[in-house]
């Protein structure tokens, strides 16, 4: 789709979708909506939007949030849930391929993707992603995080994998399945030493607790690297309150958290980048680390995507920079699918500037900061994480 007026695409979708899906006519009739109305950066608070919990599983409304018959969808995509309780969006292809191009130009944009030439990702392999169970109406479901992964195309070293020994014994003395995930200490030394020892455009990244604590183990444990100018750190999806998924640790400083792995690699922060993102919308939000700020500043292309910001409280609009408040995200762009134009998540951040990096200088940007969820954060699931920090286990030996 030309991007030709950002306003006048949003007035269409809104119209369409309501169209669409009697749900979203529903929630467009109750705020006595006018599909008229002229829009720009001063009224976004009056589009209707679809609160994030609408897509959980648990409230079985996800199926409701369709605008096209399940039967033509690609798939659905999953969140890693940290409750428990995944978020489930339908999408048809020409949706994920949008927002699969949508963390392409973040990724180009924040991580340089077009040189790296090796991948090194603390997440099981998109092969093993394929493989997990999950049906909803007969369609398959995918973790959101397989489609952004698999964009990637390259040499990657994934370093979670299932511990089959662990499963069987467990099957055997106990009778029931249970999943025993692990990180690859052995993968990871190698892939890092070869990176190391070739100079190799790299970039190594996902589970902020994950690469954390097990670096961490790295240094105590007196390794360090000489890594090219050309290797990136890229964090993703939170977890720097110590929750990732089903990985439950320790929260994380930031600024800790960049000191400790510059040392540690010998590369300067400027190598660091952070991304945004939610199953629940097709943007995503790139962004670099400030030492001002001391914190991740994220851009929103106003060409793609709008933010606003609704007061924890009232739920009423906030303009002012620097102010906490509940994040909505408003595109018209990938969600011909499903009703996902504008999406009132439960992540709590501030905008920084409205139109300009302070750091960077880059324009027609809001940026903004990731400060907490508004939701509980318990690491819940399934699965049985063992031997997640290797490193760490040997120094208890």
């Given at each position: ?107 180009e944009q924040f991580s340089y993707m077009s040189t790296i030439q090796k991948l090194v990702l603390f997440s ?274």
């Amino acid at each position: 789709m030309s991007r030709i007026n950002f306003y006048d695409d949003l007035r269409q979708e809104i119209k369409q979708t309501a169209a669409d899906n009697p749900y979203y006519k529903n929630i467009c009739a109750e705020a006595n909506y006018d599909f008229d109305t002229q829009l720009d950066e001063t009224n976004l608070e009056e589009v209707p939007y679809v609160n994030w919990a609408a897509f959980k599983e648990s409230n079985q409304l996800f199926d409701k949030l369709l605008r096209i018959p399940f039967e033509e969808l690609s798939h659905w995509t999953i969140s890693s849930s940290t409750s428990g309780d995944p978020s489930i969006v339908g999408r048809a292809p020409e949706d994920v391929k949008v927002f699969q191009e949508n963390y392409k130009r973040l990724f180009e944009q924040f991580s340089y993707m077009s040189t790296i030439q090796k991948l090194v990702l603390f997440s099981p392999s998109v092969g093993f992603m394929n493989r997990m169970p999950g049906t909803w109406m007969g369609k398959r479901g995918f973790l959101f995080y397989r489609d952004i992964t698999d964009i990637w195309n390259l040499d990657t070293t994934f370093l979670l994998f299932l511990n089959v020994r662990k499963l069987v014994f467990h099957l055997l003395t106990h009778f029931k399945f249970k999943t025993f995930i692990e990180v690859d200490g052995k993968a990871l030394l190698k892939a890092l030493k070869d990176i190391e020892k070739r100079q190799i455009p790299a970039l190594v990244g996902n589970s902020a607790p994950l690469m954390f604590k097990t670096f961490n183990d790295c240094k105590q444990a007196g390794q360090t690297y000489s890594m090219p100018e050309t290797f990136r750190v890229q964090t993703g999806g939170g977890g720097w309150s110590g929750v990732k998924g089903r990985v439950k640790t320790d929260p994380i400083d930031k600024a800790v958290f960049i000191e400790s792995l510059s040392e540690l690699f010998n590369i300067n922060s400027s190598n660091f980048a952070d991304c945004f993102g939610a199953t629940e919308s097709p943007t995503a939000f790139g962004g670099h680390w400030s030492k001002t700020y001391g914190d991740f500043l994220l851009h929103v292309e106003k060409e793609h995507a709008q933010i606003i910001l609704r007061s924890i409280d009232t739920f009423e609009r906030i303009r002012d920079v620097k102010e906490p408040g509940v994040l909505e995200i408003i595109t018209p762009y990938g969600v011909k699918s499903y009703t996902g134009l504008a999406v009132l998540l439960d992540d709590i951040v501030e905008v920084v500037d409205f139109n300009r990096c302070p750091d960077c200088g880059r324009e027609n940007v809001i940026i903004f900061r990731h400060l907490d969820k508004l939701t509980p954060q318990s690491g819940k699931g399934c699965s049985s994480y063992t031997r997640l920090f290797p490193f760490a286990e040997k120094k208890k030996e």
